[in-house]
């Protein structure tokens, strides 16, 4: 039961990087490799909210939110849209740079050591169906879960959503049918990257904040939207709690060595054997 | 004069030269740390080189050179301390990264982009879990230590003449994989990177020319590795980190990705760049980032780029394609007696059916297209030309019925078979590949027939020189037959809407198809250039080929065609000779949208779009 909960709270993290993911891809049909970044630094920042300016840790909402928001419309101008015309290759290697940037620029201020972050829950301690359950992690899936819903839902019942749909299945037809598809894109960047960077002093506790946490991130939180489906929200929270859920059951029967090879493992597997994941969908059409 | 002397020096003067200079740098008295910077300096642009072969040449990011690096790192120091001798661990750990790259390539045949990099990511955080998992052999997180030192014949080298032995084989590595690149080969690699179903469709096996890529650009990565463990004698697992990776790309984008000597200018420049600053540990990350920000940004080609900018200047045959060219009215037509007859093959579609999830995009179509004769399908959009054309070239499986070619059945054969059994395509939107001569972009079309061995490219053995000569000569007919010899060494992808796709026709004719299909020709087009298109089409016909034609231009379909087949929403609505076609009161109403009038019949159909 306890690695259970452990594992859903792991997956948590996958599942809100996966949101992010899906925002920015179902919007502008990029995969915003930078994207646990803005996690990783929101955690950063929920850090030197109460640590180093002394306030209170529901300030690291709002401050992350307008951070992450500026980072995010920068990245768009200044990394994706100039390279929109040269293919995907040139944007692989210019998101890179900017994933790899953000993270020397957090390793510069806040060097190399994991550091404790102070949450918005109390640091009570439950116990649930006789597991114990500290009330950060408890906020960290719920949260998670509101918004993962709330995201699927918004993107399923809004005019805003279903135009992002509609340009994520044909960049050129909505733009036809009027649709702002760059406003689209760039609000997407802020958003994702907003949301991600607010949610510093909700992930902060179970994650801590370290500079090199994106690394492996950025690839299970990946492979939680390649299980889901790529842009499918609802899929991306049975993709990452699953994967949260594995690796847990992995690291608990077989040690903490081979949670990277299975997982490597079963990356393959899902690239291959079904690459449009549990809810997408494939097109045949080539020419 | 200077351009024509610098012409007669053969290319691989100034690297052999550069690599002699090179080698005797120690022996200049000097410093050991220089020669230690340089030592790596040779070790990493056999990395980066290897990376561009994948990345830079076939347009695929994978970071499996770091894992390749580890692996040849371990293979040797395991081996070397077992009492093998340094070359012999060499080999072995060449031989490994080859294999080990063929498997982990495996995945990269069927994945693309995003899929693909991160599953290469992926095996660099692998590293240091798997030393874990095999602690015994590699010593776990400790990792290796007291490697014997680097010896050839049994005899000790020291620093300098190590490096001599780094500086050679770089040399020897940079000069193959140059002579691999300029072939057959490396352009094959940048047709898949331009365009998959263009390789497919000029009968190209991707998947077997992904792998080969893959294998190549392990083997050099593998013998880096195995270096610069001769070089420190130990090894740790946390020398092979994404840092590395990220390192090696933008060495790789520095120097120009799409080129093999750019890899030993981006590494000299990165590492002699950083290494005298004291505190660049610390800015490394932002650093490597930002600079992968401004060189993909900014400058896409890199050191080489400039270069062959400057070289251009010395050189003038590979020159941007001139004004009067891409303007120019018309090209005098040859005489037809100099065309050479082009066999054709009778092809017969019965009962073609395709389905998309529920969606009939082609329902029972049978026609016949016969040697010496143009036939064309018209119909609007939507109503199924397209998927017809792709369904004769393999690209779609059909529902049901069968498609046969002198004969011999084709539907089921994977799309590169069906072009290898002489079915030849033009595509909507021409499509040629970047960095390519018109030339070598017509030829492209005969490297499925007249493959050469990897090993006989590399060494630029007969059997090359030969296939080169008679694809060259090849490409030159097919260009002169569609008007656009004197266009042989300009730029492919530089050229005006009208000429690229008459290139497109000459490819398809280098192949020596028994079935031509061109897709929309003359859409985009003029009226000068539809004529002049129209005349080529004719002339092939004349020649003896098979030509399937698609086409909105209705004015031009009548024109050239001896038989139409008209579709409406995926089904036959009518056959027949042009004239009949212009009578058809069903065509008339369904397709033009009106009645059969002579003085409009000349209007495109397709003014509804």
């Known amino acids: 039961m306890l690695t259970l909960w452990l594992g859903i709270c792991t997956g948590c993290v996958y599942v809100l990087v996966a949101t992010g993911f899906n925002m920015v891809f179902v919007a502008s049909g990029t995969f915003n490799f930078a994207q646990p970044q803005f996690l990783v630094l929101g955690t950063f920042l929920a850090y030197a909210t109460v640590f180093s300016f002394g306030l209170s840790p529901w300030v690291a909402l709002p401050f992350g939110l307008l951070v992450g928001a500026a980072i995010g419309v920068a990245e768009e101008r200044l990394v994706i849209r100039p390279v929109r015309s040269k293919g995907i290759n040139a944007e692989l290697v210019t998101m890179v740079g900017w994933s790899v940037a953000m993270q020397g620029v957090m390793l510069l201020i806040w060097k190399e050591n994991p550091l404790a972050v102070k949450g918005l829950a109390p640091d009570d301690v439950f116990t649930l169906l006789g597991v114990r359950v500290t009330a950060a992690q408890l906020v960290l899936v719920g949260v998670t879960l509101v918004l993962a819903v709330g995201l699927h839902l918004w993107s399923h019942l809004t005019m805003l959503g279903i135009a992002s749909l509609a340009t994520s299945e044909d960049r050129e037809v909505a733009m036809l049918r009027g649709i702002n598809v760059p406003r689209l894109g760039i609000g997407a960047f802020a958003l994702a990257g907003g949301l991600l960077c607010a949610m510093g002093p909700i992930a902060g506790p179970t994650t801590f904040a370290v500079y090199s946490f994106g690394d492996t991130v950025v690839l299970y939180a990946f492979l939680a939207m390649a299980i889901g489906g790529f842009g499918h929200n609802i899929g991306a929270i049975i993709g990452g709690l699953g994967l949260g859920i594995f690796q847990a059951e992995i690291s608990l029967h077989w040690g903490d060595k081979w949670i990277s090879v299975l997982t490597f493992a079963l990356l393959l597997s899902v690239l291959l054997l079904r690459p449009q994941g549990l809810f997408g969908e494939r097109n045949e059409r080539v020419v | ?609």
């Open chain 2, 1 to 609: 004069m200077t351009a024509w002397r610098l012409d007669r020096i053969p290319s691989w003067c100034l690297p052999l030269v550069v690599g002699l200079v090179l080698v005797a740098v120690p022996w200049f008295g000097t410093d050991p740390l220089w020669v230690r910077q340089l030592t790596l300096i040779a070790i990493y642009t056999m990395l980066v080189a290897g990376l561009n072969i994948t990345f830079g040449y076939a347009g695929m990011l994978s970071l499996g050179q770091v894992a390749m690096f580890a692996l040849g790192a371990y293979t040797t120091g395991i081996l070397m301390i077992r009492g093998w001798s340094m070359l012999s661990s060499l080999v072995v750990a060449v031989v490994a990264a080859g294999v080990v790259g063929f498997v982990t390539g495996l995945p990269g045949l069927r994945l693309g982009g995003w899929g693909l990099g991160m599953t290469s990511f992926f095996l660099v955080l692998l590293i240091p879990d798997i030393t874990q998992i095999f602690t015994e052999q590699t010593g776990g997180l400790y990792g290796l230590t007291a490697i014997p030192a680097a010896t050839i014949g049994g005899r000790v080298l020291d620093k300098n003449e190590f490096y001599a032995v780094c500086i050679i084989a770089m040399v020897i590595v940079l000069a193959l994989l140059r002579n691999l690149m300029l072939s057959s080969f490396g352009n094959s690699l940048r047709v898949l990177r331009r365009s998959p179903v263009l390789a497919t469709s000029l009968g190209l096996n991707t998947n077997a020319i992904k792998a080969k890529a893959f294998v190549i650009s392990s083997l050099p990565a593998g013998l880096g590795g195995g270096l610069v463990v001769c070089l420190d004698h130990f090894i740790a697992p946390t020398s092979f980190t994404l840092t590395l990776g990220v390192l090696i790309i933008a060495a790789s984008v520095l120097g120009g990705s799409e080129s093999i000597y750019g890899a030993f200018f981006g590494v000299a420049v990165i590492r002699l760049g950083t290494w005298q600053v004291t505190a660049f540990d610390k800015y490394s990350l932002v650093a490597y980032g930002l600079f992968l920000v401004v060189g993909g940004v900014f400058f896409s080609r890199g050191i080489a780029g400039l270069a062959e900018q400057q070289l251009l200047r010395w050189r003038p045959t590979r020159s941007q394609p001139t004004i009067a060219a891409q303007t120019r009215e018309q090209a005098e037509p040859i005489p037809v007696t100099e065309v050479q007859p082009i066999p054709g093959s009778h092809l017969e579609v019965r009962g073609l059916t395709k389905h998309f999830q529920g969606n009939q995009a082609l329902n029972e179509v049978s026609i016949t297209a016969v040697p010496g004769q143009v036939t064309s399908l018209v119909g609007a959009n939507g109503s199924g030309k397209t998927t017809l054309l792709n369904l004769i070239s393999g690209l779609y499986r059909p529902t049901a019925g069968d498609v046969t070619l002198a004969g011999e059945r084709l539907s089921g054969s994977a799309p590169h078979l069906v072009a290898r059994r002489g079915v030849a395509r033009t595509f909507q939107t021409p499509v040629l590949p970047d960095g390519m001569t018109v030339l070598e972009a017509v030829a492209s079309a005969r490297y499925a027939n007249d493959a050469v061995s990897i090993a006989a490219t590399v060494l630029r053995l007969p059997a090359h020189r030969r296939a080169e000569r008679s694809r060259a000569e090849a490409a030159r007919q097919a260009l002169r037959l569609v008007g656009c010899e004197d266009l042989a060494d300009q730029d492919a992808a530089g050229l005006a809407l009208g000429t690229r796709r008459r290139v497109e026709v000459a490819r398809a004719l280098a192949a020596d198809p028994h079935l031509i299909l061109l897709d929309e020709a003359a859409s985009g087009l003029d009226e000068g250039e539809v004529e002049e298109l129209a005349s080529v089409i004719r002339r092939i016909a004349d020649a003896g080929a098979t030509v399937l034609l698609v086409e909105h231009n209705f004015k031009m379909v009548c024109s050239v065609s001896d038989r139409i087949y008209v579709l409406e929403s995926g089904r036959l609505l009518a056959e027949g000779a042009p004239d009949e076609i212009q009578r058809n009161a069903a065509v008339a109403e369904s397709y033009l949208g009106q009645l059969p009038d002579a003085d409009e019949m000349g209007a495109t159909a397709n003014a509804h779009e």
